[in-house]
């Protein structure tokens, strides 16, 4: 019985402290689970749309991605 009393009134402030966090923390992520919106976009999972290089995405994923993509080569012509 002195262990458990012990337990709770020993650094008892931190241990407040961490509980009002735990709880702000639990009512944040039921606040938001409880939303209109349920489902979770996982990405490379819908339908591309038709963009500039004939890839997907939006007109600002491609102005990110152009630097990465290279250039189309050059068709080889016959010697």
Do not use: C
Not at 13 to 31: E, N, Q, R
Not at 39 to 55: D, K, L, Q
Not at 66 to 79: E, K, R, Y
Request: hydrophobic share 35%; charged share 20%.
């Amino acid at each position: 019985m002195e262990g458990i009393k012990r337990f709770f009134t020993e650094n008892w402030k931190p241990k407040l402290i961490s509980l009002g966090i735990s709880i702000a923390f639990w009512y944040l992520v039921t606040d938001h689970l409880d939303g209109d919106r349920r489902e979770i976009p996982v990405p490379g999972t819908s339908a591309p749309s038709p963009g500039p290089r004939g890839g997907g995405g939006s007109a600002l994923e491609q102005n990110l991605l152009n630097p990465l993509i290279p250039p189309s080569l050059p068709t080889p012509l016959p010697i």
